[in-house]
């Protein structure tokens, strides 16, 4: 008699994976930011989509991000990454920088990586599909109006690399458009008073500075009589230069520490003569431009006793 013996087996075979971890850009949305007057620091918003994550047996992933005024380029993988950017142009125009993305908040110093590589926490994604993230940027109002009048490209990278073994950097370059309309402005006008009984030798003069402000360089200015409008400037007694023995009439004078002085006689005199403007709003706490109200002392002649006044409008455009 035959025997048959039948032998079953079974084999279990493990094979090892690892999951690799990547992170890439794939694109951004920004408008264009539109500087206004004021002394405010504007906010200015856009988004950034991305994905971080890993290829096989896990869902999402760590990363951290960092802002650079130069290309921090792409790694695959990642090796000596630097601990942090040049940033000079970006820490030149920014007050502040926040950053969220589902649940992932913090602030962004310029040039610096949000997470140190050692950080035992990180930003984190819950998908392997794109995601969006905000920035907000606070900018420096005083260096936006230091802009000439213009459109201006201002440009930076960010990085991006997830935080698992094989990890992965890449980055992408940002240019947000900065629209500068033409600003001017003049701050430091006061009231004046003058006394006949000061006059001395031929005229009558009140001096006072003030601040003139244009990003493009260069204003003209011009003066109207709300006694005499549109005509030689007057003071009156009635408010309106009617009969002629009721007005005094005066002029207005101007200079700057590098132009010398010019005389304004009546409104719309000199329309094309440009004064220098200082580049920032506050002129550097210091006056630019010195204005003088003269009488001549003729015109004080023969006149009547009393209270001559007039409102002056003084007109800044840009050059």
Known sequence: ?????????????????EAWAFFEFSGYVADPLNVTSGNANPTYNFTVSFRAYCDSGCVGQDYRLALSDSDPGSQSPSSNVPDSYQADELSEFLISAQYSQNGNQGSLVPGEWTHSDSSSSFYQTTTNGTVTGSFTLTFNQNRLLQLEAGTYDFSFYIAG??????????????????????????????????????????NLDADFGVCVFSNTGEVSIDFDSSSNPGDDFMLSKQGQCVNASDCVNYRMRVRTPSESWATYRRQGQRPNRGWTASAQQDCGGQDNMTLRVRIKGNDLDNIDSGVYSDTMTVTIRAQ
Do not use: W
């Open 1 to 17: 008699m035959k025997y048959f013996i039948k032998v079953f087996f079974s084999a279990l075979i493990l094979f090892s994976t």
């Open 161 to 202: 690399e997830d935080m698992y073994n094989t990890r992965h950097l890449d980055s992408i370059l940002v240019t947000i458009p900065i629209v500068v309309p033409e600003f001017v402005q003049i701050s430091g006008l006061e009231d004046v008073a003058l006394d006949a009984n000061d006059l001395s030798g031929n």
